[in-house]
Structure formats: structure tokens, C-alpha cells
């Protein structure tokens, strides 16, 4: 039996419900590399099948959880290297609310399909209420990518976003009026200093922990966002080894259990679980009911994404 949300919240910080788009051509994006330094290039004639056999894995292990898994389908024509992390150009709120984003990449704004938003709709019952469409940015060379450019904290109705070139601080404002939220944000760099193209690569905030490359946070705005991470969850720091490995790209889910109730489940890559260092891991793990760990290497390595940026969660009421 499952539940496609949490019973009786209004604030909770999980979905129930995740969108995945099961890729066709997925490969390294050149468009994509130059800001995001996670990416590496090569592949081979194999690399889009492996991707699929990880993304089947992936959906599959997720529903075994008890999530409801919503997979939409890639499209032949045109090519879409990095279909499958739809996090980027939608969201789906819990007020019926769905967001569209500026993409920075032109080959990644062909992603954005209302068919996708017909499936999700189908799928799990989630209501279009109102469609906040930000994509007319992308003319003026802004962009907001989605809940890779915004970590959100759902109870207190923060959004975290880290400056980036596709991270622009106007349009992030513009978002956060328009969906009641207040904006936090900061300046984050990898150990070679270059700006960390999205948030969510640097932090995860969960129901009780929130995960944070602490270090990698600009000294001028770290001890604030330290505070406002920490003022009603535990703050975990990762280093920028676990970072690099995607220790912070990882997302919190709900789902249910006939005997045990409302369930949170931490969804994380093998490649993060084995980054993390055992004391920071077995702190994770105490603060959800199940970790959900599972193998992504190729969608990693080529797409410079994990599994975080694979799920675009659905908010449904």
C-alpha cells in the first residue's frame, strides 16, 4: 500500500512523489560543461543504454520504497543529452503552483515538454492551480534552474540559492515573491575556486538534518547561512571531497507504511554513501527512517548530476 503524500501535513519538507524522464541520448553535454566542472567528458556507443539501465534501476528501487515514481518518456527528436534531470526546468508545488525555469544551455530548454506536465498530472493527481512561467528570461541571458539553482526549506518557506552564472539573483527574487518564500543567498566555490554551478550540489535539507559543503560557502555569507540552516534542523558539514563525490545531492522523500506510518526515505548515490565518512554517515542515517543508496556512475560522470538532479519532486495535497 502506498500514499502519494504524507497524511494530514501542510508544511511537510517531502513529497511523495517524484517526476523521472527516462533518457534516450543521454551523453556529456558540451553546452552544459563549461560551467559545470562535475562533467567529464568521453563515453562510448554504450553510454546512453548504461544511463537507461541506471535510471530503470533507479525508478525501480524507489517504488520498491514506496514512492510514487512518475516516469515520463524522452523523446526521439530532437536530441536531449541531459532529458533526464527534469529538476531543472519545472517544479510542482503543494498550492497547485507549477514553475517553469530559464535554462542556461539552449540544447536543455527543448527538455521543457507540456506533455511531461500531462503525465505528472495523470500520473499522481497533482492539480494545475496556476503556471508561474519564468522561460522569457532566457532572452535577456538569465536564467534559475529550477530546484538545482533553489535548495527549499517547504516548513519554514526559505529558498537557498548560490550565485552562479545560472543562478541569477533577479530572477531568484522574482521567484521567491511569487511563490511566498524568503531568499537566502550566498557565494560558493569548488577547491579551485571556480563558482559551484548549483545549490543543490552544495546542500540537501531534510526534514530533521540539513547537509552542507560548509567550507565551500563564502566566509562573508557562511556563519549566516550556518545559522539559518541550523536554526530548526542538525547541520551536517561535507567537506569538498564528499561534495565532489555529490554528498550533497541528495533528497529527502515521504512515503507510508500500513504498519509503521509516515516513512522518510533519504535517496543518495553509492558514489556519495562511499565518499561520506562513517561517523558523518551513520549521523545521516539516524536522522530518516531508510537510506536509499543507489548506483548512477555513468548519469554522474557524463552528466555532472546525481540522483537529486534526476527527481523533480511533486507536491501533490
Keep these: 500500500m502506498q500514499r502519494v503524500e504524507l497524511e494530514g501535513s501542510n508544511t ?21 560543461a563549461v560551467t559545470n566542472r562535475f562533467q567529464e567528458a568521453g563515453g562510448s556507443e554504450h553510454t546512453a543504454a548504461q544511463a537507461r539501465d541506471e535510471f530503470d534501476a533507479f525508478a525501480v528501487a524507489l517504488a520498491s520504497e514506496g514512492v510514487t515514481v512518475c ?10 543529452p541531459d532529458a533526464v534531470f527534469p529538476n531543472n526546468w519545472v517544479s510542482f508545488h503543494r498550492d ?10 539552449p540544447n536543455r530548454r527543448i527538455e521543457r515538454r507540456a506533455e511531461i506536465i500531462e503525465t505528472v498530472v495523470r500520473d499522481t493527481g497533482f492539480r494545475v492551480v496556476r ?29 537557498y540559492a548560490c550565485r552562479s552564472p545560472r543562478t541569477n539573483e533577479e530572477v531568484a527574487r522574482e521567484w521567491a515573491h511569487e511563490l511566498g518564500f524568503q531568499l537566502e543567498l550566498f557565494s560558493a566555490t569548488d577547491a579551485r575556486g571556480t563558482p559551484i554551478y548549483h545549490t543543490n550540489v552544495v546542500m540537501n535539507i531534510g526534514t530533521r538534518m540539513a547537509v ?86 555513468v548519469i554522474e560522470r557524463h552528466g555532472g548530476g546525481s540522483v537529486r538532479c534526476m527527481l523533480a519532486e511533486v507536491f501533490v495535497k
Design 96 to 105: 497547485g503552483t507549477v514553475v517553469l525555469y530559464p535554462m542556461q544551455a
Design 71 to 80: 516516469v515520463a518518456e524522452d523523446t526521439q527528436d530532437p536530441p536531449k
Design 12 to 32: 511537510a519538507q517531502c513529497a511523495g512523489a517524484v517526476l523521472m524522464v527516462r533518457p534516450r541520448h543521454f551523453g556529456f553535454n558540451a553546452e552544459t
Design 212 to 297: 552542507a559543503a560548509i567550507e565551500n560557502i563564502d566566509a562573508a555569507d557562511r556563519g549566516r547561512i550556518v545559522n539559518r540552516l541550523g536554526a530548526a534542523r542538525e547541520v551536517l558539514p561535507i567537506d569538498d571531497a564528499e561534495m565532489t563525490a555529490f554528498a550533497g545531492n541528495m533528497l529527502e522523500l515521504g512515503t507510508w507504511d500500513e504498519y509503521l506510518g509516515d516513512m522518510r526515505i533519504l535517496v543518495m548515490s553509492v558514489t556519495a554513501q562511499r565518499a561520506m565518512a562513517a561517523r558523518k554517515y551513520a549521523r545521516l542515517y539516524s536522522s530518516v527512517d531508510a537510506v536509499l543508496a543507489v548506483p548512477v556512475p
Design 131 to 159: 503556471t508561474v512561467d519564468l522561460t522569457h528570461h532566457e532572452k535577456s541571458g538569465r536564467f534559475l534552474e529550477g530546484t538545482g539553482s533553489l535548495v527549499l526549506d517547504h516548513v519554514d518557506r526559505v529558498a
